[in-house]
């Protein structure tokens, strides 16, 4: 199942121009019959449409088109929409892996269909609910939720959801390494897939059986279910799945010791790939190549495929990068929109009273002349009238003011919170191509070793980039104000173990020692995605600033209302003049660790912001050469 989630994660980013294209027409043609639609229920249906366009494509532009649907829907009583809603909101916190959240969507959809008996969409909620359980590696109740889907497929005469049913059910074995339940699964899955002439189910049936058969040794069958499975992507000319079966095919040609035929196979997968711009199966392809080539002794091949994987991975990050930064600047740029037109609308409203008073003061002079006791109180109802709009246009010029003020700040917060990104990107895409370059013009004059060197600290670089973008898009939508939070009871103990049990391997490699102190179990009342954000950061830059050797000690304690989380470390320690910065956007505070390990300075400043939200804080108590202790306090959890 992971890996099958992999693939589909890697196929978006590498989604051909053709379909982009083809997403953005759909994507115009809905937004103008959103515009010319008149009934509430007509406009969830389109809305929801443009969500399930836009996911995979503008992920905030789906989750805000969800909101809107599941907004309208509450409004009209619609159960309908509201559950459709639901299901989908709790898919896309599942892409973005905040599986709780997702979760908690996902039964209060399936809630909502057992009301109105939708008995389809009870079945893809329980369908939807299962994949989250197998990606969180809870097999038991996966399995639980997909055959209670495949229960319903079979009472409806639902042979399509059936078959898939019976192929999740496969896939959830093969996890559990009951080969011989997976394969039962998947057979029966395919002989649906084949009364149903359904080539798209079937060449993939024929490709899990191949998985099985690999993952069991027993080359002949796999292979044997790989070419059923290629022998139908040729026939409809699947290429997206095609290049990885070639390569799956060159693993079981390696494994029996035909390198010839494995590096061949591995070729025309490459080759196909390239065709559909799949950079992903590129990049595998690509490595398995140069490895062949390498051992064979074919160095130069190998060098040649090891650079073009070496420019295959630089433009797939390039690619994510620039479209991470554009979505950033464009919903900036959208927020900036907003207030302009908030203003213009005040605005507006402040001259139709001025037009709204003159005219009243105009008819009560008028009729002064045949009504005098009417103008005396005209008069003085002009009086409070134009007092009143007095005060509301000063009230309203403050407020208009303050905005403006608001306004300004933003506008330098995003000026500078731009320069920090720029440069804290440029300077690991800047060590990734300089240590290409090293491997790819002076490989030999490389020894072995030097050799492996390289390769790790090209991991080591690829791997900051991953945890900046992570925190620059947490905090994107923490400061956004459209993050969803989800608080509820929050087992300290629990979440700080798996921190530790993240970041052993890359401390043993340093020579620290993580260290859960012991203590009371302590829990708190927060929102797990953002408390276990803060402390894997923590985490990590203790890490980073740690001398070998030493320690680095979590522990959680409590009182009477706080719950108070601490990661110390024996560093470098933080010089006073720059503790107070640490938490504010200022690139200067930012400095190497005792590796040479470079910081971006957005981690903290999320970790603040997290904390805010989360009706907490986060401090620091250190002394250069004496390490730190980073102290984060939330409310603890009181039972109703």
Not at 486 to 501: E, G
């Amino acid at each position: 199942m992971m890996r099958y989630l992999i693939f589909i994660f890697a196929w978006l980013f590498a989604m051909p121009f053709a379909v982009r294209a083809q997403k953005a027409e759909k994507i115009e043609r809905l937004k103008s019959e959103l515009a010319r639609t008149t009934s509430d229920t007509a406009r969830i249906r389109v809305m929801l449409s443009l969500a399930m366009t836009y996911e995979g494509y503008q992920m905030d532009s789906a989750m805000a088109y969800t909101l809107r649907t599941l907004e309208t829907s509450e409004k009209i009583h619609d159960t309908k929409g509201r559950a459709d809603a639901k299901l989908h909101l709790g898919r896309l916190k599942r892409d973005q892996s905040k599986d709780v959240e997702a979760l908690n969507h996902m039964f209060d959809a399936l809630k909502l269909y057992r009301e109105i008996d939708d008995k389809v969409q009870i079945a893809n909620s329980l369908n939807d609910i299962s994949i989250i359980y197998a990606n969180s590696a809870d097999y038991k109740n996966s399995l639980n939720y997909f055959k209670q889907a495949l229960e319903i497929f079979q009472q409806t005469g639902d042979e399509k959801g059936e078959s898939y049913a019976l192929n999740n059910i496969g896939i959830i074995y093969q996890e559990m390494k009951d080969l011989a339940s997976a394969k039962d699964y998947f057979i029966q899955s395919l002989n649906i897939k084949i009364k149903r002439k359904d080539l798209y189910g079937i060449s993939r049936g024929y490709t899990n059986l191949g998985s099985l058969a690999e993952n069991d040794k027993n080359w002949k069958e796999a292979m044997a279910y790989y070419e059923k499975a290629d022998s139908i992507y040729m026939l409809t000319n699947d290429k997206q799945v095609q290049g990885p079966n070639y390569l799956a095919m060159a693993r079981v040609k390696q494994n029996e010791g035909r390198m010839a035929e494995a590096r061949k196979l591995a070729v025309r997968g490459f080759e196909i790939s390239k065709e559909i711009d799949g950079l992903s199966v590129m990049l595998s392809c690509s490595k398995f190549i140069a490895e062949l080539d390498e051992n064979a002794k074919d160095y130069k091949s190998s060098l040649a495929y090891q650079k073009i994987y070496n420019q295959l991975a630089d433009s797939l990050n390039t690619r994510n990068h620039k479209a991470t930064l554009e979505e950033l600047k464009g919903k900036f740029n959208l927020e900036e929109k907003e207030r302009e037109i908030t203003l213009l609308k005040k605005d507006k409203e402040l001259h139709e009273a001025v037009a709204k008073n003159s005219t009243l003061i105009a008819y009560a002079l008028a009729g002064s002349i045949v009504f005098l006791l009417m103008i005396l109180g005209l008069i003085y109802y002009a009086y409070r009238t134009t007092k009143t709009a007095r005060d509301s246009l000063a009230y309203k010029n403050k407020e208009i003011e303050q905005q403006k003020n608001d306004l300004d700040k933003i506008n330098k917060e995003k000026d500078r919170f731009f320069s920090i990104l720029s440069h804290d990107l440029r300077s690991p895409l800047n060590s990734l191509k300089g240590l290409s370059y090293l491997l790819v013009h002076h490989s030999d004059a490389l020894s072995g070793d030097e050799t492996k060197d390289v390769k790790k600290k090209i991991d080591t670089s690829l791997d900051n980039l991953t945890e900046l973008i992570n925190n620059i898009l947490e905090w994107s939508m923490t400061t956004s104000k459209k993050k969803t939070w989800t608080f509820d009871k929050l087992d300290t103990s629990t979440l700080i173990q798996k921190n530790i049990a993240l970041y052993h391997t890359i401390a043993e490699s340093k020579g620290v020692r993580l260290v859960h102190a012991p203590g009371e179990n302590v829990v708190g009342y927060a929102d797990y995605q953002a408390i276990d954000t803060v402390v894997r950061n923590l985490l990590s830059n203790s890490i980073k600033f740690s001398h070998p050797n030493s320690d680095v000690t979590v522990k959680a304690v409590a009182n009477e209302n706080t719950v108070l989380i601490s990661v110390q470390d024996q560093g470098i320690g933080i010089p006073s003049d720059l503790q107070d910065k640490l938490f504010t956007m200022n690139s200067s505070v930012t400095q190497a660790g005792t590796k040479n390990e470079k910081g971006t300075g957005i981690g903290l400043l999320l970790c603040k912001e997290l904390m805010k939200e989360n009706n907490g804080d986060i401090s620091v108590k250190s002394r250069p050469g004496e390490g730190s202790e980073f102290f984060v306090s939330f409310p603890v959890f009181r039972d109703v």
